[in-house]
């Protein structure tokens, strides 16, 4: 510590370049910030997945339905201890199609397969028994402006009501929350009552989109999910039962590797500051050769010579990234209410603080090492004597 | 005045590898933001084109009116074959009406080397469809006869997913398939798909309506196309709309592109202002290190302005390498690479190649020569502002 006004000194000794230097710094570890929230973001689904949860949709492929019938046989397998089921709506509101998801849902049974959701105990009570019940999740009723208690007119691309009709209209009685930030953008759905919703349609009766299973034990996940298709292995509607992890995983390996697309990024971005940062250090060091060799002079040993020259690349790093980091931090609470719901919220994680400091560790001690050790190595009377 | 520049610059120039370390720095900085801005552009402009080079503008599509997208159609059989027999609809030599009344469903197929499914569209046809569709050819094996389930695979499909190779089956539902042909349509999104004959896809599939119908105008032209619409709109047995194929096709790639564009241009502005910096520091670095030679030349009788020129020549010059550079790698590593991702709007997959264009190019580098001259102009300033007392004084 009571070297710290000397490494200031040090890291400060020509103004412009280390507060340049710093400035890209800062900003690499912004766009860290930015990049790796929505990998986080992207990433959420199979992250807040619940162990205790299995989800049955149609074996060859999602869009087919499951007959409604089948959620009394798969409530009696053993290891079961809750079922809902929910159906896709088709959403297009305001003319925009599939501006958020609506499912049809049995109020009950959906909102205890999903504990973490939060609502309201009269608001859960109102959509159990409001037939044109609606509830919302909270940042898309911010989003819209929705109150409490009106109307929601949505359109449905799919499904047309028993006269032809595409337009439906349903009373919003609840708002759902939840507390977890990477859970909160799952709550961006609207959810309506299935009872109401298949009375009223056209066609497809009798039928839904895909089953939630809560399971007692999570260890049991395969196997139960396992039983679950062999009872309805040759009929005409064979399922496919899976852990919800394996589901949002599979799901997000649909849009592609976002992943790998965000690491190469941020190995451009974090090589390009490698040899800036690199390239300065090694030329701040060069001129300072023969105040190192003073400090030697004055009783500075080999080692510390070069911890002052390696703690000044960490405080660089550390004091840029710190402040990209934070201002990552700050940048995305009005990014969120901007989007506000079409799409999942960002947020900088523990997980992305961890690895930030670990990137930045590892790129100090990148640059540092090298003008460190040439510290180490510099020779009192070649450096006062102006030889290299 | 020219003559002073061209001999500062080139004084400048020669003298430039004693400052190589830092003219890399401005150079890998820039080669940085360049290469990451064309390589998601062309990300975005491979899966544009892809979507716009599909359909022509004489064929329209007939979705149920308030669908935006085949998946969440439907058409019922009777209609279908009524729409068909418009009069703004094109025959054939033997009068057959040019319409194709067409199943859309969704299958799940892995892509190669992986397990988990992927929505791949596999379209059920009428006859017609190849006569409607002339663009497309088959590349490998042969069609697919009527009324056996046998499918033809889009190239790109082919290329991405496993199993669909001519004589390899396919089990969907309770029906096994065999592939029968490979066919390509111009790069287009239908290259993405499987096609097999509607009826049987409809046994197999059990569904009882259609998804679209895309037929090919008799008249081209908006008077024809109008007609049509009209047609349609005013009977009131249809609940339609008609859509010229490009224009809905466009529509397709709206969300997606928009989306890779935003992440394109955002990544890239960050880095070039982080790069900005770095360019500022490399040209400040290289006007303090040529103070006294500055302010020599002023002594002598040059001016401040081609002192400025001079250092914003070295800084676009450095960043017309990097961009080139960096456009270059991209162009190397990202053209024509292959790859498919869900289309949010269809929710189906649709393969692309990345496209690095000359246009894309044009932008990178215009990109660099802007960082070059923000990271160039105040270091210039500064070096002809700079009093030449004082700067000789550091002698």
Known sequence: MRYLPLLWAGLFRKKTRTILTLLSVIVAFLLFGLLQAVKVAFESGADTADAKRLLTTARYSIIETLPISYLRRIEQ????????????????????????????????????????????????????????????????????????????????????????????????????????????????????????????????????????????????????????????????????????????????KQIGDMGALVTRILAAVFFTILILTGNIMAQSIRERTAELAILKTVGFSDGKATALVLAEAVLLLFMGGGLGMVMAAALLPPLNGATGGRFPPLFVSLGTCLIGAGIALTLALAVGLPPALRARRLRIVDALAGRR | MTTQIVQITLMNLRNLPQRLGASLVVVIGIVGVVGVLVSILALSEGFRHTLASTGRSHRVIMLRSGSDAELSSGVPRDQATLLGNLAGVARDAGGRPLASAELMVMVDLPRRGETNPNNVPFRGVQPTAFAIRDELTIVEGRRFERGVREVI????????????????????????????????????????????????????????????????????????????????????RFSISVLREPEYYAKQAKILSGLINGLGYTVAAFMAIGAMFGALNCMYSAVASRQVEIATLRA????????????????LLLALLGGAVGGALAYLYCDGASLSTLNFNTFSQVAFDLRVTSTLLVQGLSWALGIGAAGGLFPAIRAARLPVTVALRAL
Do not use: C
Not at chain 2, 300 to 315: C, D, H, L
């Open chain 2, 153 to 236: 695979v889009g190239r790109k499909a082919s290329q991405q997913f496993a199993g669909l190779s001519v004589g390899s089956r396919i089990a969907f539902r309770d029906s096994d398939w065999t592939v029968v042909g490979i066919f390509q349509s111009g790069g287009d999104v239908h290259e993405s798909e499987i096609w097999a004959d509607a009826e049987v896809a409809m046994s197999a599939f059990r569904r009882q309506g259609y998804q679209s119908v895309t037929a090919t105008l008799a008249d081209g032209s908006a008077a024809g196309f109008t007609a049509l619409k009209d047609a349609v709109s005013r009977d009131r």
């Open chain 2, 300 to 315: 002598i009788g040059f001016g401040g302005t081609p002192v400025v020129v001079s250092v914003m020549i070295e800084a």
């Open chain 1, 77 to 252: 397998m053993p290891g079961v201890v809750g079922v809902a089921y929910a159906e896709w709506f088709g959403a297009k509101y305001q003319n925009e199609s599939n501006a958020f998801p609506v499912f049809a849902v049995d109020p009950g049974r959906y909102l205890d397969a999903y504990p973490e959701f939060t609502i309201p105990r009269d608001q859960r009570q109102a959509f159990a028994k409001t037939r044109t019940g609606a509830v919302a999740g909270k940042r898309l009723a911010d989003r819209f402006g929705w109150k409490l208690g009106q109307k929601l007119p949505i359109s449905s691309e799919i499904h047309p009501k028993a006269n032809g009709d595409l337009n439906w209209e349903f009373d919003l009685v609840g708002i759902l929350d939840a507390e977890d930030p990477a859970v909160r953008g799952n709550t961006d759905v609207v959810l309506i009552g299935a009872e109401y919703f298949d009375e009223a349609r056209q066609t497809g009766k009798g039928r839904t989109g895909w089953y939630i299973e809560r399971i007692a034990d999570p260890a049991q996940a395969k196997t139960i999910s396992a039983e679950i298709d062999k009872l309805f292995m040759n009929s005409p509607d064979e399922t496919k039962t899976q852990p919800e992890k394996e589901f949002a995983v599979g799901f997000a």
